[in-house]
Structures are given as C-alpha cells and as structure tokens.
C-alpha cells in the first residue's frame, strides 16, 4: 500500500487507516483472520480508542493479533481518549490513566500516536502539556494529535503543548462535505456558505497536520452508508459509472474520491470485511480526474456557485 508522512512528523504510515471501532462485532477466529488479512495488504495502522467497546475492541484486537515484541515493530497504533460517559475530559489525570488502560488492554508499551478525542469545553492547556511531556519522556507516546477540534481549539492547545499535533480526525465523506462546501462557496447566500468549522481544511494543510476522515461511507451523524442507498440515486449512478471505468468497485471510488483531495488525507475505514478491506486499499493507486471529483460532489447535492 501507498504511504504518506503523518503530519509533520517522520512517521511513515499507509494511506488508508484500519479502523477498529467494530471488531467486537467479530468472533476470534474471524476477528484474527481480519487482521491477519489487513497486514497481509500492508495495511499495518490501526486506529482504536478507550471508548470503543468500552475498552474491549482494543482487548478483543491485541489477542486476535497474538500481541508480541516482535509483532509491535510492524504495526502503528493510534488511539483516543478524552470522552467519559455524560462528559469530556482533557485533564491530566484522566489522559495519563487513560493511556495507561489502552497500553495495558492493547498489551504493549506504547502508542505511536494519541488524539484527543472530542473537544473538552473546560480543557486547561497547561494540563494537556504536561500530560504530554510525561508521556513522551516515559515512552508511552511517541506522537500527539486531536479529533474534532477546529482551528482556534488547536491553537488553544498548541500554545502550551510542545509537541506538534499531528492529526486530526474529522467527520468527512462524499455526503459530509461541510469542510469542503464553505471553501468554495465563500461570501454566497446560501447554507453551502456556511463556514461551521473555522476553515479547518485549509488550516490544517497550512500547519502539515493529516486530516483523517471518519466514517467515510456514511450520510448523516450515522444514519446509513450512501453506497447503495436509494435516498443518493445520482450519487451512485455516477460513483457506479466511474468504477466501471476503473474496473474496481463503489467502495473504491468513494475511498479515492478523499484521497484526491490534494490535503493528503488518511481515511479511516471501520469495515471488518476482508474484501471490501482491500477495496479500500485499491483506491491507493487511483487518482481520479479533476472531472470525476467535481462529478461526484455535484452528483451528491453539492452545489457549485
């Protein structure tokens, strides 16, 4: 598989991210052939959070993976903390117990990276900081991002935060284009417009930090996958046209549709199904035309001023 440069760091990691939010859905056996599966294709980075599962995907991911030294030197592991039933928490304390029940379910002596999961309206910087320090210099972590925060969030953290941030994983798909909409129908009346993240995208190109799609295939906050559905009729004619062009399949399409986008995006893909696994990784080596995006984004009700 294709690699990229994780933000500004050195770390060198697959353009498409295995998502592990759903292999508690799987049994042993299946869950060990899956991942056996996704190495087999290179694709060695998997994202999980403390969250998920209530701690089990990462439980249920280290015994199918047969955890051992040798094993970790071949995988990336990103992980998420911050989000507490009823509440969000970025305090020092709650990050450095967090890290230290991923590390112990995920049965190994560090992170590659770890994000804040979703913003903490009492978060104090000075606190992240040095929960940070901490985990660098005791080895825990080795690299630091976030989720969900827009510009001014990142900011806030960075001014006390010594460690650059080198990932953001937002909500984005050829249905969730907000991030993409406000960029081109700037100063228009109408709620394309509407700029509801601070111009994230370009801030984050600006200041080399990957932005990492979640829930690439899906419409609404979870409502469906657009791939097959009959409410985006057009959408997949269109996606369906392009992939008979290609010879791959939707899923394909849907994955290099992100991948296009010149911000060098990783896309994390939460499917447990080996095949379409490596229809994701196949959009690695397609670069669709400029005519195929802008198709596509219209084809799903974006509009163009």
């Known amino acids: 598989m294709k690699t990229m440069k994780l933000g500004s760091s050195s770390l060198e990691v697959p353009v498409v991210a295995v998502g592990c939010m759903r292999i508690n859905s799987l049994e042993k056996a299946e869950a060990e052939r899956f991942v056996q599966a996704a190495l087999e294709e290179g694709a060695n980075f998997f994202d999980h959070a403390d969250i998920y599962g209530s701690g089990e995907c990462e439980e249920i991911f280290a015994e199918a993976l047969h955890m051992n030294a040798e094993i970790r030197e071949k995988i990336i592991l990103q992980s998420k903390c911050g989000i507490r039933p009823g509440m969000f928490d970025f ?64 900011q806030l953290l960075q001014k006390a935060v010594k460690q650059p941030l080198v990932a953001n994983q937002l909500q984005l798909s050829i249905t969730n284009t907000t991030m993409i909409q406000s960029g081109i129908n700037v100063n228009m009346e109408n ?81 447990m199904n080996t095949e379409r696994l490596k229809d994701c990784i196949t959009a690695g080596d397609l670069k669709l035309t400029r005519e195929e995006w802008y198709a596509i984004y219209r084809a799903a009700g974006n509009i163009l001023p």
């Open 91 to 154: 305090s020092k304390e709650h990050i450095l117990n967090s890290v230290d029940g991923i590390l112990k379910r995920l049965k190994t002596d560090y992170l590659d990276v770890l994000l804040l999961h979703r913003p903490d309206a009492l978060v104090e910087p000075e606190e992240v900081a040095e929960a940070f320090d901490q985990l660098e210099t005791s080895g825990k972590v080795r690299h630091f991002g976030v989720s969900n925060q827009n510009p001014m969030q990142i």
């Open 191 to 271: 709620d394309a417009a509407v700029n509801r993240d601070g111009s994230i995208l370009d801030f984050c190109r600006l200041h080399d930090i990957t932005i990492q799609p979640w829930s690439p295939f899906q419409y609404g906050f979870f409502e469906g996958v657009f791939l097959g559905s009959d409410k985006f009729p057009e959408l997949n004619q269109k996606i369906d046209e392009i992939a008979d062009k290609y010879n791959v399949t939707n899923t394909t399409i849907a994955i290099a549709w992100l991948l296009r986008h010149p911000a060098h995006m990783q896309p994390i893909v939460g499917t």
